[in-house]
């Protein structure tokens, strides 16, 4: 089977004849489509099962590129013209260029569904005063999130991002009991009242929801922002071109598991050949979704290229997962995969020596970097023996990850700081290293 363990049980026939009216009209009402089946010579009738799904061909985020620089604004993979559409998202991947995604009415509907259903998982109430930290313009996180909150009947306190000041204000005075956000903003928020002399703890927030970027599961980085707020963590994890978010975690559970529904399928295959990996305790792959319901970006296998580990399953059998990193930000040190959020959790492993904030320096464009890695790391506020410390950060690395490094402490606050997602890479020339 295709989605062992993401198909609920009862949901599977449903599923499954939602799934194949949507690919039976997919073609005449996508010229993208119809040119991709037709060029691997297999259309929706070869579908009969959730099992035959794998005959089908992957798309990916290139293509969704090519799609759209084609046929602006929205792509020739987009199913309906743009006066269906009632708001449009974007997603900025690694080039920096939107790659714009589409949302009808019913597809919002099927958003705000899927994103309340995640967030009542990982613990949202109605009784929740929720201080929202991420963008509200482009950003999948923003809006639909807040459409979310509305349907639980939350109350949501809509700050976003570069308004700090103004969420001090709203934690001193609206009595805030949850905190929505990056990782990232989180710990620099926490960094923010530290500056004004005050203790995160004082603000008695009792629930974090993170998501956004990979770091809300990484065990050190996660203890260190649980200590610093007092509060417990949960994350979620989606897709800007295919949902907000699709698993959630449940609070005190070891993973996050699916909570799409019936709207979208997933599969779990391997990152390097596409085929498919059982979701199994132990399992490791990327994670591919395909729209059953989708009416504007009915997307078919697209690989989303987050690479996740199954922690176990959960009361009901379903997987729980952790996404590790990206497959497209993963560097190759002589053989060796090394996802730079494993380098940050190491590093947040040694605080207070260090402060948990790290960089690895590259040479040029990745994957492939040659040894030594370069990595920059900020000292904490009891550092002891710099020299020491260094020496140690090293051979953990070469320990743990299995490749050699060479490491550079910086004061506080050298490295660059973000109130949304943390840039744990960049490329600098050696001569131009810090």
């Known amino acids: 089977m295709t989605t062992p363990g993401f198909v609920a049980p009862e949901d599977r026939d449903a599923v499954t004849a939602m799934l194949l009216t949507q690919l039976a009209g997919l073609p005449a009402r996508s010229p993208f489509y119809a040119d991709l089946f037709a060029a691997h010579g297999i259309g929706p009738a070869a579908l009969v099962s959730l099992s035959d799904l ?3 061909p992957f798309t990916d985020k290139q293509a969704l590129r090519e799609s759209q620089a ?5 792509g020739r993979h987009a199913a309906v013209g743009m006066a269906e559409v009632i708001r449009v998202h974007a997603s900025t991947g690694t080039t920096g260029k939107p790659s714009w995604v589409g949302v009808t009415r019913r597809d919002a509907e099927s958003w705000t569904e899927m994103t309340a259903r995640a967030f009542t998982t990982m613990g949202a109430t109605r009784e929740d005063v929720v201080l929202h930290g991420a963008g509200l313009t482009l950003f999948v996180g923003g809006l639909p ?3 979310a909150l509305e349907r639980i009947g939350s109350t949501m306190i809509p700050i976003g991002t570069g308004n700090s000041d103004k969420a001090v204000q709203a934690l001193d005075s609206l009595g805030v009991t949850a905190l929505h956000a990056t990782p990232s903003y989180v710990r620099y928020l926490a960094e923010y009242v530290r500056r004004l002399g005050r203790d995160p703890r004082e603000f008695g927030i009792r629930k974090i929801f993170v998501g956004g970027e990979p770091g809300g599961g990484e065990p050190a ?4 922002l649980r200590q610093e707020w007092g509060a417990r963590i949960t994350e979620g994890l989606g897709n800007a071109d295919m949902a907000p978010v699709l698993f959630a ?3 005190g559970a070891a993973g996050m598991r699916f909570t799409g529904g019936r709207h979208v399928l997933v599969e779990l295959v391997d990152p390097d050949d596409g085929e498919p990996v059982v979701p199994e305790p132990g399992a490791s792959g990327e994670l591919v979704y395909t729209s059953v319901d989708r009416e504007c970006c009915p997307l078919v296998r697209f690989r989303t290229r987050d690479r996740v580990l199954v922690t176990g399953l959960d009361r009901d059998g379903a997987p729980l997962i952790r996404c590790v990193g990206r497959t497209d930000d993963m560097l190759i040190v002589l053989g060796v995969n090394v996802f730079p959020t494993a380098v940050r959790d190491l590093v947040q492993d040694l605080h207070p020596r260090t402060n948990g904030v790290a960089q ?7 994957p492939r970097v040659e040894p030594p890695l370069r990595v920059e790391v900020e000292l904490g506020d009891a550092p002891g023996d710099p020299e020491g410390l260094r020496r140690e950060i090293e051979e953990l690395i070469r320990a743990r990850l299995t490749v050699r ?7 506080p606050g050298s490295l660059e700081r973000t109130e949304m997602k943390s840039r744990l890479t960049r490329v600098a020339p050696l001569a131009e290293a810090t």
Not at 221 to 224: A, I, K, L, N, V
Not at 405 to 411: E, F, G, R, W, Y
Request: hydrophobic letters at 45%; proline letters at 22%.
């Open 221 to 224: 980085f996660r203890r260190h």
């Open 145 to 147: 999130i807040r459409d």
């Open 405 to 411: 490094a060479a490491v550079t402490l910086l004061p």
């Open 360 to 366: 690895i320096v590259l040479p040029g464009p990745g």
């Open 70 to 74: 084609a046929a602006p604004p929205l």
């Open 249 to 251: 975690e449940p609070p």
């Open 54 to 56: 794998r005959k089908l």
